[in-house]
Every structure is written in C-alpha cells, then in structure tokens.
C-alpha cells in the first residue's frame, strides 16, 4: 500500500518558519514529480511547490521567495520549507506525487495533509 505520510505541521507565529516533510511509504519517491497544495476553510485548493524527478522546482506567486521545496532521494523525502509565514498562509497542507511539470502535473497519490496555523 502506498502512502504519502507529511508531518511538521502546527502553530507558528507570524513571520515564524516551519518544514514540512512528506515521506514515501511503498513507494520510491526520486522519480516522481512532488507537490504540496493547501486548502484553507472556505477557499479552494491551492497549489504551493513543485519539485520535479530531475530536482526543477516552481513555485506560484504567493510562494516566491518565502517557500523551498527540496528532495532527499536518500531518505524518500521532500521536504517545504517555509519561511517568513503570514496568517493568509494558514492551511491544510496536502503533499502529492505524480508525473509531469507544472502545466501538466498529473498526480497520482495524496498524502492525508498537515496543519499549518499562522497566528499570535
């Protein structure tokens, strides 16, 4: 059974950092493109990072130069760090595995998603 297993979530204060990791379980990440989404209460599902086989990332606007997105193919991880958070950042974070560049990611697996709070 395939799972994507993310953790590093919580509460964190504005302007504070943290690194999520998502961990393949039965499956070998390093040749899979790795994305995380998140999806706040009332808003629709948002793309944060990609990161592709070959290590190319991209990130939309709103992540630029706050958010990294790496991989370590040794530890069948990829891991987002996120710098400098805002309380708009406050989400569920949901890792993805899947094939293909940003315009034409195709995902094949979600992880269960993490907790991201941004707040005083």
């Known amino acids: 059974q395939v799972q994507l297993v993310e953790s590093g979530g919580g509460l964190v204060q504005p302007g504070g950092s943290l690194r999520l990791s998502c961990a393949g379980d039965g499956i070998s990440l390093d040749a899979y493109t790795m994305g995380w989404y998140r999806r706040a209460p009332g808003k629709p599902r948002e793309w944060v990072a990609l990161i592709t086989s070959s290590g190319t990332t991209d990130y939309p606007d709103s992540a630029k130069g706050r958010f990294t997105l790496s991989r370590d193919n040794a530890k069948n991880t990829v891991y987002l760090q996120m710098n400098s958070l805002e309380p708009e950042d406050t989400a569920l974070y949901y890792c993805?595995?899947?094939?293909?560049?940003?315009?034409?990611?195709?995902?094949?697996?979600w992880g269960q998603g993490t907790q991201v709070t941004v707040s005083t």
């Open positions: 993805s595995c899947g094939t293909g560049t940003v315009s034409s990611y195709r995902i094949v697996y």
